[in-house]
């Protein structure tokens, strides 16, 4: 079984600085996905970003970044200029792509960004 | 945005008596899901569906059951609430692109 662990319960950082969460996975599967997704206090659950395990390049998306390190089972997700809009829980999760395509989830990490 | 619903948003029940959440897609996506928040535990996966009448148990079933007749409903049952049961219910949906799609979300309480 999959398990996702995030290390940091909750981070504050100054607004526009950048700010690093930290995920770890353990698997035995070779083809998988992983997920940033955010939740904001509306609760929605929105994805940040997503990177393909087979894929060496970090994705990123505009302010957002990951470092994947495949073999140290990391993903950690950069938040560059950070913003007061990025309040939020951050979840990382896995994805098997074997299957019906199920996320483990992991504990989250609630970013405040203050003023 | 998904279309992908919940309802109710919120409900409020005593323990022992039934609890039927509903998902509804609009996206005609062949994956659904149940998940519940809790503190400290992130989002977890209690049953699932790849199709009509095909469903399977996630890591947290046990007082749970799920039917799917159609593919935009996916109902998730509680037989007979408990107190442990109290949390936030999300549904989601997922089709061909590795991504799942999350619904806003159901607030339950059990007295």
């Known amino acids: 079984a999959q398990t996702v662990t995030q290390s940091q319960p909750e981070m504050s950082v100054q607004e526009a600085e950048t700010v690093t969460l930290s995920c770890t996975y353990d698997t035995s599967e070779n083809n998988y996905y992983l997920f940033w997704y955010k939740q904001p206090p509306s609760r929605q659950m929105i994805l940040v970003i997503r990177?393909?395990?087979?894929?060496?390049q970090n994705a990123t998306e505009n302010r957002f970044s990951v470092n994947f390190q495949k073999a140290a089972k990391s993903f950690s997700l950069k938040i560059s200029d950070s913003q007061l809009g990025d309040t939020a829980m951050y979840f990382c999760a896995f994805m098997n792509l074997k299957g019906a395509q199920k996320l483990v989830f992991g504990q989250g990490t609630r970013l405040t960004i203050n003023p | 945005d998904a279309g992908i619903t919940q309802s109710p948003r919120h409900k409020v029940t005593e323990t022992g008596t039934p609890v039927t959440l509903r998902c509804h897609q609009t996206?005609?996506?062949?994956?659904m899901y149940w998940y519940r928040q809790d503190p400290g535990h992130g989002l977890r996966l209690i049953h699932y569906s790849y199709g009509v009448k095909d469903t399977d148990k996630g890591e947290v079933s046990d007082g749970y059951s799920v039917s799917r007749s159609k593919t935009e409903d996916f109902l998730l049952t509680l037989e007979s609430a408990t107190s442990s049961q109290t949390s936030v219910y999300f549904c989601?949906?997922?089709?061909?692109?590795?991504?799942?799609?999350f619904g806003p979300g159901t607030r339950l309480t059990v007295l």
């Open positions: 996206e005609n996506h062949r994956y």
């Open positions: 989601a949906i997922s089709g061909t692109s590795n991504e799942q799609f």
């Open positions: 990177q393909e395990a087979y894929k060496q």
